[in-house]
């Protein structure tokens, strides 16, 4: 089993930054691909960013790509999204996710689900 808590939301300007960690339990975090998802209100679910277990991959949405950077700290079991340059449509609930199967991960599928936390871009 692998239990996941997200924290680093919050509300921030157009423009600015933020970081997003999602903190992982269970001895087997180092061999689990992991990425974010994020829902808008009314919205479906949708993929951000994914890694893979060593980090050696890094996969994400064309609407983050340059502005986000996905990573992660194994010694701390913690995954990371640094968020810059936000706009108002980042604004939504972000969930880390993790699987043992990358390919997983990035289509959805994956079996372990954080609860989530809010990310509000104000214009």
């Known amino acids: 089993q692998v239990q996941l808590v997200e924290s680093g939301g919050g509300l921030v300007q157009a423009g600015g930054s933020l970081r997003l960690s999602c903190a992982a339990s269970?001895?087997?975090?180092?061999?689990?691909?992991m990425g974010w998802f994020r829902q808008a209100p009314g919205k479906e679910r949708e993929f951000v960013a994914a890694?893979?277990?060593?980090?050696?991959?890094?996969s994400y949405a064309d609407s983050v790509k340059g502005r986000f950077t996905i990573s992660r700290d194994s010694a701390k079991n913690t995954m990371y999204l640094q968020m810059n340059s936000l706009k108002p449509e980042d604004t939504a609930v972000y969930y880390c996710?993790?699987?043992?199967?990358?390919?997983?991960?990035?289509?959805?599928?994956?079996?372990?689900w954080g609860k989530g936390t809010l990310v509000t871009v104000s214009s």
């Open positions: 996710a993790a699987d043992s199967s990358y390919p997983a991960v990035v289509r959805g599928g994956a079996n372990y």
């Open positions: 890694i893979s277990w060593s980090g050696g991959s890094t």
């Open positions: 269970g001895r087997t975090f180092s061999s689990y691909a």
